[in-house]
């Protein structure tokens, strides 16, 4: 028998994680200077298969945000570890963050896996209001379908009354292949009423 | 879920290698050398185009036992279907360097394949958890009676398990394996001349039996007052396959100084594509060529050739399901994750590699993502189409970077050239399923159970403890010449960091080659 504590420790990767167990509820001190909240950075984007949970993120500290923006921001950097950034990000908050998920949300020449991501983080992120101000434009104009499932979906979830009108006529206009794409969100409108 | 006293007991190799450097005075110490298992010389892979056509099994859970590549010619015994409980008898001929068992799920256990246990505060801190099935063998003993492995028992994971003769630590529910040799303990009792000939005993387990054992009246002694569960189960059937793993026919050691692998790359992209690669454009794919080359790099650093790599286009069904519906905590075998690799195709004896366009870390519309999640630690060697047949790696990567062309420098680049990072990735997946686990895990305190990977121990190497817990070790600070902090460049460290190398210790290229995946080169 294995404990939950190893398997947490362990299989976080490999196997669905037992509902509890983290070794340590201590958060450690802010990182004394930027090459340590550099090394705690890539140890967090760099991870293969471990979770980030959001008390992963608040441990880069004060200066965290606006480092993970410039990462996100940054077109050079590999796009798995600034999508990474990106849900750093939605779960720091602030006007940097804000920010920088608004730009690459909105932006239509962004790499897939950023964008989807920077559009699931203003879902966590904004108020329902400006969440489908933004989400909106996206759903009904991105050239990427997956961009318009996406989007889809965090308004199905967080701005229904607002979004799901337009989730509902979007989804009309998919292609057949692309059409499963607005699956969740269509019966997430339809679950709530909407 | 064994006992410790089985390495003092079982293994007397411990004690001169141990891994602080205990004894001796610090001028008679000499300087630590990390240990590295050379790269072998390999020709360059077949690589062709396969054909999965397999049919939408719609609402389906596929959970059925499937087949073993292998027959009872080439080391397959089928101990066929067995309950929770049952013991059972196979024999080991003279001339086998290490076996396997795959436990497949038939019948019974819980409905959501989900057990919730109990740890009493005498072994462990109090901790009530929800998790897996985990189908894993109760006990194994050698045709001596020796107990090779229990499971019956609760271990503390900080411990040094190195001298345990066989450890298993990342099974799951439905599909569970273990190998023999996995650990320096096993592969020290194997290295002359191989395991027992003779009858071995298995008895056939999974955690929702040892709650019902805790919940007995008369509890196994290793589980009595350490844990307890709101409920068992003893009903539940196995199908039991045993793979034996032939010794080698010349050299100095049992374990085959060199092997082939077979591989199977199934690209699972959007219905409209993302990373954008056909299995057959594969086969020309700037991109896929170098990822290919620099994955059989790595492999090479466990002394393992890559025979053919077979490309896969998946069915629209299943880049319609799985391209961007896939998460790492899928929180049942049902779920998308263990359903993908159970799409592996049944019959091949191959190392099965989903790539997907991107892996999220929850199946709930949040952020978070992965770049790789195996199945199960081994996976289910030789049985493909379980779910736990392989390994997903995120392909967001792919054409990021300044990479060598293929065919050009062969040093991996992990950090700078998305393509060798994809192929880190998938060889680092692959090293899970072979049996390898991280050598340090990201808080530092947990380690794997070989003693020529070096550990890198939080505190040790300047961190508060606390640190480690929420962001992980950074991979900097383990590239010491240093049994306490070092490992950081192993292929199998827990991260992907400007320090990684992707080389192998030579113990954990000979647990590689211990896997019935690997065949003669």
């Known amino acids: 028998m294995i404990t939950s504590l190893l398997l947490a420790a362990l299989l976080a990767a490999v196997a669905p994680r037992p509902a509890t167990a983290t070794p340590s509820t201590d958060q450690p001190p802010p990182p004394a200077d930027a090459a340590e909240l550099a090394e705690r950075i890539e140890a967090v984007l760099g991870r293969i298969h471990g979770r980030a949970d959001p008390a992963t993120w608040q441990a880069l500290g004060p200066d965290g945000a606006a480092a993970l923006a410039r990462l996100a921001l940054d077109p050079s950097g590999p796009p798995s570890r600034r999508a990474r950034a990106v849900a750093g990000l939605s779960v720091l908050g602030g006007p940097r963050a804000e920010a920088a998920l608004r730009r690459l949300a909105a932006d239509e020449g962004e790499h897939w896996s950023v964008r989807t991501e920077a559009l699931r983080g203003a879902g966590q992120l904004l108020p329902a209001a400006s969440l489908a101000s933004l989400l909106v434009p996206v759903l009904r104009g991105a050239s990427r379908p997956v961009d318009r499932a996406v989007a889809a979906e965090v308004l199905a979830e967080r701005a229904p009354a607002a979004g799901c009108g337009a989730v509902r006529d979007r989804a009309a206009l998919e292609a057949a292949p692309d059409r499963p794409g607005f699956t969740r969100a269509l019966a997430r409108c339809a679950a709530l009423g909407r | ?521």
């Open chain 2, 1 to 521: 879920m064994r006992l410790r006293l089985l390495a003092t007991l079982l293994l007397p190799i411990g004690a001169a290698c141990g891994r602080g450097g205990g004894g001796g005075t610090p001028i008679q110490t000499p300087p630590y050398v990390e240990a590295k298992e050379p790269r072998l010389a390999c020709p360059a892979p077949a690589q062709v185009v396969g054909l999965n056509s397999a049919p939408d099994p719609g609402t389906t859970c596929q959970l059925a036992p499937q087949p073993s590549a292998l027959d009872a010619a080439h080391g397959l015994i089928d101990l066929r279907d067995h309950k929770v409980g049952d013991v059972v008898d196979f024999q080991v001929p003279p001339g086998t360097a290490g076996l396997t068992i795959i436990q497949q799920l038939v019948s019974g256990g819980p409905p959501d394949h989900r057990v919730t246990t109990e740890y009493l505060p005498a072994k462990v801190p109090p901790d009530l958890a929800t998790s897996d099935n985990v189908a894993v063998i109760g006990e194994l003993r050698d045709p001596a009676g020796l107990l090779v492995y229990t499971d019956l028992t609760v271990i503390d994971p900080t411990a040094d398990h190195t001298g345990d003769l066989l450890v298993t630590m990342g099974t799951g529910a439905v599909a569970g394996t273990v190998t023999y040799p996995s650990s320096t303990g096993g592969l020290g009792a194997v290295s002359s001349g191989g395991l027992a000939a003779g009858v071995w005993k298995v008895t056939v387990n999974d955690y929702a039996y040892e709650c019902a054992l805790a919940l007995s009246a008369t509890p196994p002694a290793g589980l009595a007052g350490a844990i307890t569960c709101p409920q068992g189960w003893s009903d539940t059937i196995y199908r039991v396959y045993v793979l034996l793993t032939p010794a080698a026919s010349s050299g100095t050691s049992v374990i085959r100084p060199a092997g082939s692998l077979d591989l199977a790359i199934h690209l699972v992209d959007a219905p409209t594509p993302l990373f954008d690669v056909t299995a057959a454009g594969a086969l020309t794919d700037a991109r896929m060529q170098r990822m290919v080359q620099s994955y059989a790099a790595f492999l090479a650093g466990a002394g393992l050739c890559l025979g053919t790599v077979t490309y896969y286009d998946a069915p629209d069904w299943a880049r319609i399901r799985f391209a961007e519906q896939v998460s790492s905590s899928d929180p049942t075998p049902c779920g998308n994750l263990p359903q993908l690799l159970a799409t592996s195709k049944p019959g091949d004896r191959t190392l099965e590699l989903f790539l997907l366009p991107k892996v999220l870390q929850d199946p709930a519309s949040t952020t978070g993502t992965v770049v790789g999640v195996d199945g199960t630690i081994p996976g289910p060697a030789t049985v493909n189409g379980t779910v736990a047949s392989g390994a997903v790696v995120s392909a967001e990567d792919l054409s990021w970077g300044n990479c060598p062309v293929a065919g050009g420098d062969p040093t991996p680049r992990p950090y700078t050239c998305g393509a060798d990072g994809v192929a880190y990735v998938a060889a680092h997946e692959s090293g899970h399923f072979l049996g390898l686990y991280h050598p340090t895990e990201s808080s530092g305190t947990v380690f794997d159970p070989l003693r020529d990977t070096p550990h890198c121990e939080c505190t040790q190497c300047g961190l508060a403890q606390a640190t480690c817990d929420k962001t992980g070790l950074p991979g900097n600070r383990c590239t010491h010449a240093s049994a306490t902090c070092g490992g950081g460049a192993n292929l199998m460290f827990w991260l992907v960091s400007s320090v990684s190398q992707g080389y192998l210790s030579p113990e954990q290229a000979r647990v590689a080659r211990s896997s019935p995946l690997v065949s003669s080169p």
